[in-house]
DNA sequence: CGTTCGAATGTGCACGGTCACAATTGTGGA
DNA sequence: TCCACAATTGTGACCGTGCACATTCGAACG
């Protein structure tokens, strides 16, 4: 038995070839099942490459293929719920198709910030991108900076350009609204998310369509920043006036926040005002009161949106772009208004 | 002026070398901050560099230097608040120390995923791992692959090995319990987290410590999953029999799963049961009531990680290993037992 | 003015794969 | 038996960067 020299380095396939007696292409093409490689050398190799532990070098291939096989996901407030669970659903999508994923979070949103997350990962040279903060802002960055790789974004309306994946946000927000108003309130406000959000803007404007569409009159959004806090602080200013009789938050955190308040105030849910949020995210329906809201399927959100940006970095057998249609989950927090 | 030729590669340090009539390895050390560059060299290299927009390649240079500056995260549940907040302090560390992060994520915890997900690491020659889902079995695997790089975990114990972070959930967990015992509860349930997870144990541990070292009889805890829902249908088994005036659940999610189980059995809280959770999410303050529970600070968290295993990467002036200690935030959730 | 030495720059190759093409082997039909 | 042709395997170059070493430059010094 020959000696086992300790090399320092990983071995590489011309270590393989050398013990397996073949040339390195060989082992090229056992790695890559080329198709004509007799069995016997092919099960060869093999033993070689386990009994070496034999791992290919990601970055050689790379470097000879020219491509990297690595997307980039471009998120802002990644802790959150939602986003999260995309992300994750990305991840898995990723590498079941072989690739890797490499996350640059948005920690504001100034252009500076959102060139240099840009920057983070066009170094990695990734080979498509995955938008999760949807901001208007970033799509001007995006546009701006003419990047060179395709990219998607979730939670899009659909109708900003063709790199949209379509969640219906908007009937889903009508949906809410709809069944606000079908219970009787005709004095309704609405907690909108951030300003130039595209999913703030959508869900705001499926209230202001629906309101419109029922002949109710509305008042002016407000704008808000996600956060249970803010949700909390809105519904005190909001209930110095209550002239309302129910409320429609485009997220659940928000909604939450919005009840604290409500209670607090010494008022009953959904007696003396109805609430009705935005994504069922898991701890919706442990709400007291459980609470109403619009279901997203955030999972196969992520899945989608990876399915279609492949398809855009290697054409594919062309994916349903059809729009998910969110879905109305009636709980115990809107009944009624009371007069 | 030359004919601008358009070629389909990307430009190369050749390409800027031969427009800034140097030599290649002039144009390296540029890049690489070399000291010994004539300033006015330096600046018609770095002209030219921005007329053709270079960028680096990152596979060729982590072909040749043998290091690939991408760390590898191994993460369980990665859309909860927890993981999910320490994850993007992780990635916003990394960044800022010029390393790229990769994640996998665990969808179940038997040994061949988890391998899997180690596999799916190792092949993109990452130079450390962080592992967030601090299961035993990940350890143990971990262990037996006998992984080549270094790795850390968050939420451990610190006791398990040297590469655990120490975040002290065990006195965390003391405190609260402490808290209850200190209002005079005495007949206190504890709704654990899943068997195998590192940090469900610590709490475990710190729960029956403290019980232990105020000599009140304890329970058996009851193992749960983390979610809200398991929190709910625990809370309502529990009711049925209800010996007891206080629960301390071993996440905030699980807690507000046995508020709403509590209320809708007609109880009051903290009148008839007082409930304390752990994590501190940023929702726990609007549930109703207000939750008490133990604060922990997962972007620190995440951040002081990064440091060690950046440490344990490159050696350096020595991180700081002490504990954090976190914080018992009392809220509404929690009074004195009504006899 | 030649020498010396450090600063500044250039040369050639290695890194570990893949690609294009060449060479060899194997198989069936004339 | 010999040849055409496909299946299988080998050869060498190349991807873009960094390293080790060689070379040139420039200023200070004897």
Redo the contacts with the bound molecule.
Sequence with gaps: MPADLPKS??????DV?RLA?????????V??N?????D???ARVQQVMDDLQ????R???A????TSRTIGVLSASSSQYGPASSIAAIQDAAREAGYYVNTANLTSVDPETIEAALDHLMLQSVEGIVVIAPQMRVFDVLEQLSIAVPYVTLQSTGSLNEHGLSFDQISGARAATRHLIDLGHRNIYHLAGPQDWIEAEARMRGFLDEMGAMDVPTTAPILGDWTADFGYHAGRELLRVRDFTAIFSSNDQMALGLMHAIRDAGLSIPGDVSVVGFDDIPEAAHFWPPLTTVRQDFPELGRRCMALLLDDISPGPGEHREAIIPELVVRASTGPPAF
């Design positions: 380095r990983a071995p590489s396939i011309r070839a007696g073949v040339s390195h292409q060989t082992v090229s093409r790695l890559n080329h198709p004509s490689i007799r016997s050398t092919k034999y791992r290919p070098n970055a050689a291939r470097l000879s293929r020219g």
